[in-house]
């Protein structure tokens, strides 16, 4: 998450050649899909409007699960919890972010049926 997304977008381009495909997210905003490989190789997205000002410019790392609902029931019960979610996104599927026992931050992705 960034606060200035097209500065970032421009900074990676130059670093790393990266060019971008935007998906709209709903109220969500727009999330910019680097493109590479079958699905793309990561994104950016706004910072929400209610982050607290505090929140630095981050990347989140996002594990792709055949079982949401299964995967964060092992995770639970090995000491993690549940942050937010599972939630449904438009066009992605079911997101839930977690974090392991000692607090890192993670997030959950299971995609929609084709």
Do not use: R
Not at 50 to 70: C, K, Q, R, T
């Amino acid at each position: 998450m960034d606060s200035d997304v097209d500065a970032a977008k421009a900074f990676y381009s130059k670093v790393f050649g990266w060019t971008y495909s935007d998906q709209e997210m709903g109220p969500m905003g727009t999330y910019s899909v680097i493109e590479g490989g079958d699905n793309g190789l990561g994104g950016l997205m706004g910072m929400a409007a209610e982050m607290p000002d505090m929140v630095p410019n981050h990347w989140g790392v996002y594990f792709i699960v055949s079982d949401l609902e299964a995967t964060i029931g092992v995770i639970t019960a090995n000491g993690g919890q549940t942050v937010n979610g599972p939630m449904s996104m438009p066009g992605v599927g079911l997101i839930a972010t977690m974090h392991d026992p000692s607090g890192g931050s993670f997030s959950l992705m299971q995609g929609e049926p084709d």
